[in-house]
């Protein structure tokens, strides 16, 4: 057990290795209560949401969800987020080491509509892997298997009144299931107990983090913060700068996103090393950037890792990773830097 974001959260269950492996090949379940919930609703919900995010929130039917980034009026990232429209309102998901931040900070931009903090009520569990669909189909009376990417429906699991996403952190598919904090406990035994024919485990925050990574899924903190821009950091296809004005457009429209201040850029190392978040990045010898990211890929058999590197570093320059006092030799690399095999 460690503490993360206030809350007391478990790292591990049995090895990152088991429940990594578990997760691309099988299925894990997650607790992922910490997270923040929000939710804006009234007559000037939707414009209070738009001006509070990059991404654009009208686009969004009932039961539809999408991820974005709010900004501060510099351009750089308070938190990144995902948003679902409800029926008469938006609830947002918000990261928990940022909520006490996200919550003074939304709520001082909510003055048109009712604005309130619900994550104390409600709790979160994910079920993610090649097998979670046919699990929580077998637990659930609605169809969810239908259900789309980034899009839920209220249904009951395992006799849980539970809202049902088709999301996840890990770039496998599967659920997130929300549900009032008192029945969580209940779910998760259930959940257990029906999975365990299928090899589903329980997951903790190491697996977690190394399944994001090969995906090439961002973390607040580490990949990006306050002070980063969408575009330097990858994620400038959350920036509608076409829906209307939101906080920070008037900072990012001056911004070439073809040639962001930072370049993010995924690596990969071989032999022994494992490059850490700020460890410095060397272009040709010379300082060139910094690791946000990195670990060992279970999936990929060698060392993966994100990079913010200057934005006048050459594409074609020759990297290495200062790894305490020793430059290991690094390759960019596309992200993700793994892909859920077609029809998995």
Same mark, same amino acid.
């Given at each position: 057990?460690?503490?993360?974001?206030?809350?007391?959260?478990?790292?591990?269950?049995?090895?990152?290795?088991?429940?990594?492996?578990?997760?691309?090949?099988?299925?894990?379940?997650?607790?992922?209560?910490?997270?923040?919930?929000?939710?804006?609703?009234?007559?000037?919900?939707?414009?209070?949401?738009?001006?509070?995010?990059?991404?654009?929130?009208?686009?969004?039917?009932?039961?539809?969800?999408?991820?974005?980034?709010?900004?501060?009026?510099?351009?750089?990232?308070?938190?990144?987020?995902?948003?679902?429209?409800?029926?008469?309102?938006?609830?947002?998901?918000?990261?928990?080491?940022?909520?006490?931040?996200?919550?003074?900070?939304?709520?001082?931009?909510?003055?048109?509509?009712?604005?309130?903090?619900?994550?104390?009520?409600?709790?979160?569990?994910?079920?993610?892997?090649?097998?979670?669909?046919?699990?929580?189909?077998?637990?659930?009376?609605?169809?969810?298997?239908a259900l789309r990417p980034f899009h839920c429906r209220d249904s009951e699991v395992a006799g849980v009144q539970a809202s049902?996403?088709?999301?996840?952190y890990t770039g496998e598919d599967g659920f997130e299931l929300y549900v009032d904090a008192a029945d969580a406990p209940g779910l998760w035994d259930s959940l257990l107990k029906t999975g365990a024919p299928e090899g589903l485990i329980p997951c903790?925050?190491?697996?977690?983090?190394?399944?994001?990574?090969?995906?090439?899924?961002?973390?607040?903190?580490?990949?990006?913060?306050?002070?980063?821009?969408?575009?330097?950091?990858?994620?400038?296809?959350?920036?509608?700068?076409?829906?209307? +004005?939101?906080?920070?457009?008037?900072?990012?429209?001056?911004? +070439?996103?073809? #040639?962001?201040?930072?370049?993010?850029?995924?690596?990969?190392?071989?032999?022994?090393?494992?490059?850490? #978040?700020?460890?410095?990045?060397?272009?040709?010898?010379?300082?060139?950037?910094?690791?946000?990211?990195?670990?060992?890929?279970?999936?990929? +058999?060698?060392?993966?890792?994100?990079?913010?590197?200057?934005? +006048?570093?050459?594409?074609?320059?020759?990297?290495?990773?200062?790894?305490?006092?020793?430059?290991?030799?690094?390759?960019?690399?596309?992200?993700?830097?793994?892909?859920?095999?077609?029809?998995?």
């Amino acid at each position: 057990m460690v503490e993360f974001g206030g809350f007391d959260m478990p790292l591990q269950y049995s090895t990152i290795r088991e429940e990594h492996i578990a997760v691309r090949t099988r299925c894990g379940l997650f607790d992922l209560s910490h997270m923040g919930e929000v939710r804006f609703s009234g007559d000037r919900a939707l414009d209070v949401v738009q001006t509070l995010v990059t991404n654009d929130v009208a686009r969004l039917e009932v039961g539809g969800a999408l991820y974005g980034v709010m900004c501060n009026e510099a351009g750089g990232i308070v938190d990144d987020v995902v948003v679902y429209r409800e029926a008469g309102s938006y609830m947002v998901v918000i990261n928990a080491a940022c909520r006490p931040k996200d919550i003074a900070w939304m709520g001082a931009h909510s003055a048109e509509c009712t604005f309130e903090d619900i994550g104390d009520s409600v709790a979160l569990l994910a079920v993610q892997g090649p097998r979670a669909v046919e699990l929580i189909s077998s637990m659930c009376p609605d169809d969810v298997a239908a259900l789309r990417p980034f899009h839920c429906r209220d249904s009951e699991v395992a006799g849980v009144q539970a809202s049902v996403s088709r999301t996840g952190y890990t770039g496998e598919d599967g659920f997130e299931l929300y549900v009032d904090a008192a029945d969580a406990p209940g779910l998760w035994d259930s959940l257990l107990k029906t999975g365990a024919p299928e090899g589903l485990i329980p997951c903790g925050l190491g697996a977690r983090d190394t399944l994001r990574l090969e995906a090439g899924l961002r973390l607040y903190g580490q990949d990006m913060d306050d002070t980063t821009d969408p575009y330097s950091c990858a994620l400038g296809w959350t920036v509608k700068l076409q829906k209307g +004005d939101f906080i920070g457009k008037s900072v990012l429209v001056q911004l +070439d996103p073809a #040639h962001p201040p930072r370049r993010f850029a995924g690596i990969e190392l071989q032999g022994r090393a494992i490059a850490r #978040h700020g460890q410095q990045v060397l272009a040709d010898g010379e300082a060139a950037g910094v690791v946000t990211s990195g670990t060992y890929s279970f999936t990929l +058999d060698h060392s993966i890792a994100t990079a913010s590197l200057f934005g +006048d570093v050459p594409p074609d320059a020759e990297l290495s990773v200062d790894i305490r006092g020793t430059a290991a030799a690094a390759t960019v690399v596309p992200l993700p830097f793994y892909r859920r095999p077609k029809g998995a």
